[in-house]
């Protein structure tokens, strides 16, 4: 697989302290992971996103204080790409046109890559990569 992109160095740490963390790398974890990765806001409060016991996500999270509409796209997308999950009443929040308007498109494409591999090979990248050691 290539290089993944990280939005920055804070990313790329939280990614792969998350996948050591739980112990699994498979491709459910590496999408989720990687998209909650992406701020700062969803790094700090992944406790409330994510039950490390019982290795589910947490989606009432999507209703604490501290989310934004870009926050909630973020989320939204992640648990989206864990299992299947939308939000009961609000499918359409989950539709690419809600969750790509937004500045963390880019890396959405990139979190997409991660969770379905076999399918995104030969996708051209539009997120532009940090620099080599990132890598």
């Not at 974890?29 to 947490?58: P, V, W």
């Amino acid at each position: 697989m290539e290089a993944i992109c990280f939005a920055d160095k804070e990313h790329k740490a939280f990614y792969d302290h998350m996948l050591a963390k739980t112990g699994n790398g498979d491709t459910y974890h590496q999408a989720f992971f990687y998209t909650m990765g992406i701020c700062m806001e969803t790094r700090r409060n992944i406790n409330s996103l994510f039950d490390f016991k019982r290795g589910s996500t947490e989606p009432e999270g999507l209703s604490a204080t501290w989310q934004t509409g870009g926050t909630r796209r973020l989320c939204r997308l992640a648990f989206n790409l864990w299992n299947g999950w939308t939000e009961e009443g609000k499918e359409p929040y989950s539709s690419p046109y809600e969750l790509f308007d937004c500045g963390f498109a880019p890396y959405f494409l990139e979190a997409i890559r991660l969770r379905y591999p076999e399918y995104c090979r030969s996708i051209e990248r539009t997120v532009p990569r940090l620099s080599q050691h990132m890598r």
